[in-house]
């Protein structure tokens, strides 16, 4: 019976792998966890204890939205999977960051860029929604399902339909490890966007703004200008997708 009992454990075990190693297929890592290899930014980025990190002091103030730019692709439709921790340095909490996709560069020399972005925050109010840099701006709050219509000639903003809440506010909060590590999960296939945060969907958008929807474009993290802060990204991976 215990010989029964072991085999069926050791199925069960062989059984999980293969899952996990099936759940994982197709994904590659873009940092090595060592170096900036591959990566293009300012001084405000190193990497500490096997993390990109991007840290300012109030000696070393960002005055200016700056970015670390992956350099080996401009990825379209994919699955980015990483984890991130971002901490204050000051008695006003402040931190925030983001993921930036399809993305183009704007200004190679300050590395700042513009597209969609995956939004980050210390305090938890902004953090998985999609906002867009040097486009149209934050386009949801965080657990809301929405869609982007074209936008009228002329319009200074987006037209947004808000369709549903796909997680409450509480769910969201209760999901957030604030100043520790989380899992924060991108997917884009065509004009359908999902953002994940340790496994919770924080943002469901289609874009229908053809016009204006990023098709294809950079990934790059975010140093956001303002009171000193430290972002760390680790475990980033990426898989293509159809």
Do not use: C
């Not at 899952?19 to 405000?44: M, Q, R, V």
């Amino acid at each position: 019976m215990k010989s029964h009992r072991s085999l069926i454990s050791l199925l069960v075990l062989i059984g999980l792998a293969s899952f996990a190693h099936a759940a994982d297929a197709g994904f590659k890592p873009i940092f090595n966890g060592k170096d900036l290899s591959g990566w293009e930014g300012s001084d405000f980025w190193s990497v500490k204890d096997g993390a990109i990190t991007g840290q300012s002091t109030p000696g070393h103030v960002v005055q200016s939205n700056t970015f670390l730019i992956w350099k080996e692709g401009r990825p379209a439709n994919f699955e980015l999977r990483l984890m991130f921790r971002l901490t204050g340095q000051n008695d006003k909490g402040f931190g925030n960051s983001g993921v930036q996709y399809r993305s183009k560069v704007l200004d190679p020399a300050a590395f700042v860029v513009g597209g969609y972005q995956a939004d980050m925050d210390l305090a938890g109010k902004y953090v998985g929604m999609l906002y867009e840099e040097r486009g149209r701006g934050i386009l949801m709050t965080p657990g809301e399902k929405i869609r982007v219509a074209a936008a009228a000639p002329g319009a200074t903003k987006a037209t947004v339909e808000k369709l549903a809440v796909v997680t409450p506010k509480a769910e969201l909060a209760a999901a957030y490890k604030k100043g520790q590590w989380n899992k924060f999960v991108i997917v884009a296939e065509g004009n359908h966007l999902r953002h994940y945060l340790n496994g919770v969907l924080t943002a469901d958008v289609t874009d229908d703004d053809a016009a204006l929807a990023p098709k294809e474009g950079v990934l790059a993290l975010q140093m956001h200008k303002g009171e000193p802060m430290t972002i760390e990204f680790k475990d980033i991976r990426l898989k293509t997708l159809p």
